[in-house]
């Protein structure tokens, strides 16, 4: 899938790689169920600002976050490429609203430096690793982390 | 292989029943009361018929009395299951055209045993 | 042993039902609404639940459910009258039974106090009609307690194939007409006598009559059988227990009676035998046998048991001589297995059965997953939300209304309504579940509050959602004990207000326009306003001088904080008030309302919708915001004139409604949808009930209309969202707030204290 992946006979690792505003950055495929395009969110009163609202997703009601926000950048502005993207940690369903997803890499642990020492403060909570390809730099967040406060603990 | 029709309006008994009488190599065709029993006893011929005689819309004395109105199942033996164990309620069994009886709560080789004595 | 655990779960579970059964039976004959039947019904229940427990070696549970069942034996045989105070003894023993059950479900320890208490009053009541036979009660117990007892036992296997070998016994067999009567068979039990050892069998054919005489169902045939085993006397016995009364059976053990050994000489004994076996004959009527020519037919049998003894017996020839065979052929088979009656057949136990009129015919059920259930009430809701969608994009698409594409969305809407209905239907429950365990309740609060009080059920298989039963049963058990700790007077206090010392509390169900009412309504004191209202005034609930309705203070025990009771009562005094009644029945999108009358007694009313799963909502609009109202919290929608609006601080504004000014709640704003208030007079108010029964005035910017939405959690993937009770998927594919009324309107009342309704009273 993924030219690098081809002289590593280690455990490999998919990811999908996005964007947000000029970042990229990337989750464990195997925590997203499915990538839809953008759909306006029915807000969600008294909620922290990174929560976009609600959508429809099939009949079950989707919380969609903000991941621009959640991460401490600037807001998503939604286009014709943004996308969401459904995750599922625990039982809970929901969505990341992010500028654009880019592709699928296929890594080994070795391509991945841990403890990374970069961005701001507050993504550097949700990121896990980072690696670089190519020409790129893209740092890998734990889907996990970026449930809202208050509600990781029911996941 | 006999074929055994047990009639008992406990679901609890009737499993307890099912699985003895399986794991002693007989069928086993279950009925809930009187009423079902007489209705599995027409599609079935089984060789001995085990009921309990307390139970809704039809009891067991009423079940025997109306099995034995058919010459056709005349033959068939009846073992009355019963927690009651005093004469006069046997008699009573009896009366109706039992055949004989098995106490509950019954020993898996007394119930076999029981069968025997009865089942041609 | 998975298997005996499988039939453990299946008795529990039975159990449960029995305890139902039980309960129900008792409380008809308490209402004197019972029959013979339902007698029987309560008798076999019990009956039931020893039996059971027996196999589990229950003994606590076993002794309690016998003593119990001999009191309802008295009762069934009409020995025993159901007095009050008997049907009283006999509730508690119900109770304690379903103690029981639990305690050994759950293996823990019961309450053997009550045990005791309650056994003794069942002795007591046994004990008064001693005269009557006690028949079934001792000697049955001991073949239920303790390990597997079968009845009577005579001898264990061990007896029967004991190692001191060779007993001799010579028996005697001669059965009468019952013993065929009855199915059985001196073949079979023949076949058992050998199968113990090995011995000969002679069969004495000298009271067959002639052919014409001969009666297909009487016994002429007896039977002489040696034996030689190693099983006892008893181990015989017993294969004859259960013809003993149908057959002369002698049994002699030749090695005690004969001082030399056996003889050899079989021809000798056997000859003996006949000799006693034609002596007992020759007084039978059968007169005219000159004729015959088998007097004394005999055969002589020499069986060895151990190979294939069943089919040497199952020939014919076994019972007599090939020229009686081909002459008599039924005397093999005096059982008669041919036709003689004719009249009797299988029609009459359908006949039987109905006469027993004992109720409904058992219903035709399935068990299915509630997973399963629940996935096709979510596809049915999609079903839903796509035809509206349909429907409304062919009205864009400006398709003429009465073209067939849209008549053919009309008849697909009512079919999906109806699928919707029919899939909701299999959620529906009858509350009966629930009402079942408030008799049980009556009477432990009565026990606690030494009250008196009689309950009656009515409507209990009104059929309402799953859900909403579950959640039902915790307002309504405190409804019922506040009924009877604050509502119904002690029985003295009852005779002084010439009223019967036995409270009554009725607790009805029915279905009332598409939603589920429940009335429970007592015949007790009533709400003393004056007092309601000094303690609310006590209390700073409401100003000193606030005018209120009788209506109004009736509500006000539904506040927060609200108890009548200067010292809290054990019961009803935890902390746990009407207004937790009154919101949880909220949060089901129910209404509780109370009308009283002073000495005359209280009836609370709950209105609940009958599913959770869709509700008639009031379509709302604010700013860019669709929200869903809740159809039942709505009392009026009104268009305000600018005079009736009123500004108060701070932008908010207050409402003239009939006299009385109302605080405006503006929903923007209150969600924090927007922060510039919006202009009363600009929208449309939308009068919604409050917590104090008052009303409360919520604002928007439309009203798009109403419509039935299918209720999706936001919980499941999110979390509780203050002011929102969930959320629904509109016709246009998006997602809509569902508000949660009495969330609002509290949290109003808590932010702006001085809006208290009861503050700006209009003159």
Known sequence: MNDHAQNDSHFKRELIAFRIADQEFCVDIKSVREIRGYVPATPLPKTPSYVAGVINLRGTVLPVMDLGLRMGLKAITPTPRSVIMVVKIGSQLFGLLVDAVSDIVSVTEEDIQVNPDVTNDRSRSFVSGLMALDQRMIAIIEASSILPEGLAEAA | ?120 | MTGMEEIRQTFFEECAEQLDELETGLLAIQDGSADSETVNAVFRAVHSVKGGAGAFNLDTLVGFAHTFESVLDLVRSDRLETSEQVVSVLLRSSDVLADLVTAARDETAHNAAAVAEVSMALEALLGDTSSGSGSSAEDELDGLMGDFGFEPVQVSLDDLIGPQGDNRFRILFKPNRDLYARANESMVLIREVLSLGSGEVVCDMSRLPDLDALDSEEAYLSWGITLETNASRGAIEEIFEFVDEECELTIEDLNETEDEPASEDVDREVSELLAMLSAGASDGSNSDDDETDFDFASVGMGIETDPEPEEDFDEPGFAAPAAIETKHEPVAAPAARKPVEAEAGPKDAGEAGDDKKAGAPPSTTIRVDLERVDRLIDLVGELVIHQVMLSQSAQKAGINSSSEVILGFEDLEMLTRQIQDSVMAIRAQAVKSVFQKLPRLVREVCAATGKDVRLTTEGEYTEVDKTVIERLSDPLTHMIRNAIDHGIESPEDRIKAGKPPVGNICVSAAHRSGRIVIEISDDGAGIDRQRVRAIAVNKGLIPAGANLSDDEIDNLIFLPGFSTREKASELSGRGVGMDVVKRSIQALGGRVSISSQLGKGSTFVLSLPLTLAVLDGMIVSTGDNTLVLPLTAVLETLKPNSGDIREVLDGASVIRVRERFIPVIDVARQLGFTTTPSDAREGVIVLVESETGAGQALLFDAIQGQRQVVIKSLEANYGRIEGVSAATILGDGRVALILDVDALTTSNRLDAPSYNPFSVAAE
């Open chain 2, 1 to 120: 292989m006999k074929t055994i029709l047990t009639i008992d309006d406990s679901r609890t008994m009737r499993e307890m029943l099912r699985r003895t009488l399986q794991d002693a190599g007989f069928g086993v065709i279950q009925a809930e009361d009187g009423v079902d029993g007489v209705e599995k006893l027409a599609g079935s011929q089984p060789n001995v018929i085990i009921t309990d005689v307390n139970m809704p819309r039809m009891d067991g004395l009423t079940f025997i009395e109306t099995v034995r109105k058919d010459p056709a199942n005349r033959g068939i033996p009846i073992l009355v299951l019963t927690t009651e164990s005093d004469a006069e309620k046997k008699a009573r069994a009896k009366n109706a055209g039992a055949t004989g009886w098995i106490v509950k709560p019954f020993d898996p080789e007394k119930l076999v045993a029981a069968i025997n004595r009865v089942a041609a």
